[in-house]
Structures are given as C-alpha cells and as structure tokens.
C-alpha cells in the first residue's frame, strides 16, 4: 500500500563496528509536519539525519520519501536539502548569490535563477539584501540566507542538524518563533534535529525523543511533557524533581513510593514491586505559607526556602524538605504574599498524586 508520508524511516539501523548508533529505529513524517529528533550528544540523532541526506548508508532498514526507497540514491539526487549549524554559505558570493548557487547548479538559467533569489529573499524577510555580502550579515540574517538558499529549490524534505545552535541566547528564542513561521508560511515538511528540549517543544508538531540509538518516546510536545513514558523522557524532556525509593503499596495506577528517609510518597504508575523513580514537575508543586492552604493535597511537607532563582516569568524556589536529600523545586509564584519570600523563610509545599509520575527504577 503506497504509503502518503514524505518520509518514512523503516527499522534502520546503522553500525559502526560493535557499536549500533542507530538500533531499528521506525517513524514516518507527514506532509508539511515539522518533526524534531531530541536527544543529548551521542544519541545517533545526526546519523540518522546524515542518512536521510545520502550522506551515510543505513547497515538495515529502508528510507523512503514519498514512497521512493532512497537506498543508494546519491545524496545529490534526492529531493532533500540540509542546513547545518555552521551554515555553510559562501563569504565569497552575495547573498543573492548563495541563494541562487543552487538552481544555477541544476541547470536553471541566470536570469531566472536570479528572479527566483529575489523572490525567495523577500519571503524570508531580506527584501533588498540580494547584493550584500555575507560577511556583512548579523547572524540570524545568515541564519534566513541558509533558509531561503535551501527553500528555493523547493525539496520535498528540509532536514536541519542543530542549525541555531551557534547563535546567542536572545537571537535563538527569536529564531525560534520565526522558524516556525516560515516553515508554516511555506508549508514544506522540516525534520529537526537538537538537544535542546526548549527549542523541540516551541517548534515541533511531533517530537521523537532518542537515546542511545533507539526512540524512547514519539508524541507531541504536550504528550512528552504531560505523559512521559520512560524515565528517561521524564528526566529530559523539561525541568522536574527526580526521587528515588521503594514501592511500599500499589492498585489501579496510585502507587506509595517510601523514599530512604522513610517519607512516603503518593503518586501514579505502573510500578512493580521494588526500586521506583519519581517525578514531580515545579510547576505542580503547591505552595502556601500554613498548612491548612494545601489540605486537599496527598503529598504535604514543611520546608525552608534555600535559594530563589529569578528569571522573571520563569523565576523559581529550592525548598530545602526535611526527608527529601536534594531541595524540592517549585515554581515563585508571581503575585501574592509569597512572590517576595526571601531564603531562610518557612514554607508549606505539598501536590497531588495525579501530578507524580512513577516508573520502575
């Protein structure tokens, strides 16, 4: 049955030796989806990218766009187009010409090849830049070059290997937003690839988290940060209390974990009897300055506040909590008599059951 995916990934794998980068790895990406691939460094998030391009040959498996099995297809002949960190466009053309390089190279004349630059430049926001150089650009500017030179030749996939990762902290959140508006203006399918999980919730219609050569976890941004399904999708998609301890009861998804200190813990899983992992995100922790504010909650402490980290919107607190071994974190709260609480002040913190998720360890 054809399949009407631009890009299907069937049971790929790729060795290196003893070493499988990429371990039978299956997804398929839809028309003008943007599709992330999120994971720490040495995942095999890039190889598998590079196969996509033609850049390396899958050890199994197949690779097909829109039903073509890509499989010694020469990078150049396929219909995909990469833009990697570096960039690489060229100090010594205009930018009109970087943007133009690549018609040119497939046999479309001067003139419209030149048209079709223009064009393209003004989509992406670069109206008049055609005739200035590179080198003059600021780097989000170059950062729309890689974009247009890429989109111009109007692949079925763009695929794109951390491509705003050299640029300063302020210009990549811009970047962020405009990327996702060009690749919605353009409709055209983008799979992404970045170890920033920021970057993959903003942008992405559907998320692939990868570990260590495999997928752990495909969903939306909203299922991976709500409903993560392994501990490791928990710990690295988004900031979250980590608990380790043992399962003292269980039935029907509520499970009592009793951390070392001996403080039990109520929250929701599948765990077995034994070692379990607990997580808890800031922002489900409760926090109030008596006890009586949190008594329809199921996990309730006292603790003292250790640190305020400020950053505005996304200002927190570290909660120092007798029987918890590392500080709990809880999201300031931005109005109220506790958003200028100070360190040293006590403090009731406490969340629901539903608001902890707990796996076998």
């Known amino acids: 049955m054809a399949s009407s995916n631009d890009l299907d990934i069937v049971r790929v794998t790729k060795q290196f030796g003893a070493h499988f980068a990429v371990n039978d790895v299956t997804f398929s990406v839809a028309p003008g989806e ?7 460094s040495g995942c095999g998030k890039t190889t598998l990218m590079r196969m996509i391009a ?3 040959n899958p050890t199994s498996g197949d690779i097909r766009i829109r039903d073509k099995s890509m499989i010694g297809v020469p990078a150049n002949r396929r219909p995909v187009n990469m833009v990697f960190q570096s960039l690489a466009l060229f100090p010594m053309m205009s930018v009109g010409e970087n943007v133009a390089y690549g018609m040119t190279c497939r046999g479309v004349g001067r003139a419209e090849a030149d048209e079709r630059a223009t064009r393209m430049l003004e989509r992406v926001g670069l109206k008049g830049f055609g005739d200035r150089q590179v080198t003059a650009l600021s780097g989000g500017q170059r950062q729309r070059v890689a974009i247009a030179r890429c989109l111009v030749l109007e692949p079925t996939l763009v695929l794109l290997d951390e491509p705003l990762g050299a ?6 959140e811009h970047m962020k937003i405009e990327l996702k508006q060009l690749q919605g203006t353009f409709n055209t399918t983008f799979a992404y690839i970045t170890h920033d999980q920021s970057e993959a919730l903003v942008m992405s219609d559907r998320i692939a988290v990868m570990n260590q050569g495999r997928f752990e976890q495909v969903g939306n941004p909203r299922e991976l940060y709500h409903n993560p399904g392994t501990p490791f999708v928990a710990s690295f998609v988004g900031e979250t209390n980590r608990w380790q301890g043992a399962v003292s009861a269980g039935s029907n998804g509520a499970v009592t974990v009793r951390l070392p200190s001996g403080v039990s813990l109520h929250g929701q899983g599948q765990a077995v009897a034994g070692d379990a992992l ?10 109030a300055s008596d006890a009586a504010g949190l008594s329809a909650l199921s996990n309730r402490f006292e603790g003292r506040v250790s640190a305020v980290l400020f950053d505005g919107a996304n200002s927190s607190l570290l909660i120092d909590t007798p029987g918890f071994g590392q500080p709990v974190r809880a999201v300031l709260p931005q109005a109220g008599a506790l958003a200028g609480i100070n360190v040293g002040a006590p403090i009731h913190l406490g969340w629901s059951s539903d608001a902890m998720k707990v796996f076998a360890a």
Do not use: Q, V
């Open 34 to 40: 943007f599709f992330s691939i999120l994971g720490p």
């Open 54 to 56: 033609g850049f390396e």
């Open 167 to 172: 640029l300063d902290l302020k210009l990549r």
């Open 278 to 287: 607990c997580f808890a995100r800031p922002e489900a922790i409760a926090l």
